[in-house]
């Protein structure tokens, strides 16, 4: 599947795109907390990669990962974690979310391209059996670890995957 296919484009996010991010991240996450200042300030952080899906001019949804290309170079593994990843709900069911996880999977395995060790997680909402479900489809699995709780108190619970295989 390609991106022409579903009508859009994966482009790296722009400072112009610090409003979208914000509105996204507002209508898909404030269930879990206020995070419409948060995750548009990621776009201004070396160390993390925003990608932007993008429908005839129209934000449809953002990934966010950030990696320590140091640790990469000194230690030859990628340790990456998915700070985030939304699709506005105009465009949910359209295989915005899956054509974007896949093009990030993609990119975090040329940047890890000759490594011994490569992996990504993220977090979800105990309570997002949705996204669960979506994210074991990308071939993530619950790994037994919580990483506290969201703002309005939901458990934080990791999901993880290699990149090596595939």
């Known amino acids: ?3 022409s ?3 859009g484009k994966i482009r790296p996010g722009v400072i112009y795109d610090y409003f979208s991010i914000s509105e996204i ?3 898909v996450f404030s269930i879990y907390g206020d995070y419409t200042g948060v995750l548009p300030n990621y776009l201004l952080a070396e160390d ?3 990608l932007v899906y993008e429908v005839e001019g129209d934000v449809a949804g953002f990934i966010q990962v950030y990696f320590d ?3 990469l170079k000194e230690t030859g593994e990628l340790h990456a974690d998915i700070l985030s990843a939304a699709v506005a709900p105009r465009h949910q069911g359209q295989r915005v979310g899956s054509a974007m996880f896949k093009h990030m ?3 975090l395995k040329k940047k890890s391209a000759g490594a011994d060790r490569a992996d990504v ?3 979800v909402a105990h309570t997002n059996t949705r996204a669960m479900a979506f994210f074991r489809r990308m071939g993530f699995e619950l790994d037994g670890r919580e990483l506290g709780r969201y703002s309005e ?3 934080a619970l990791v999901m993880s995957r290699t990149l090596l295989e595939d």
């Open 5 to 7: 296919d579903i009508g």
């Open 48 to 50: 993390v990669d925003t």
């Open 105 to 107: 999977l993609q990119h």
């Open 69 to 71: 290309r140091e640790e």
């Open 25 to 27: 991240s507002g209508e």
């Open 1 to 3: 599947m390609s991106f």
């Open 153 to 155: 108190g939901q458990r």
């Open 121 to 123: 997680q993220l977090t």
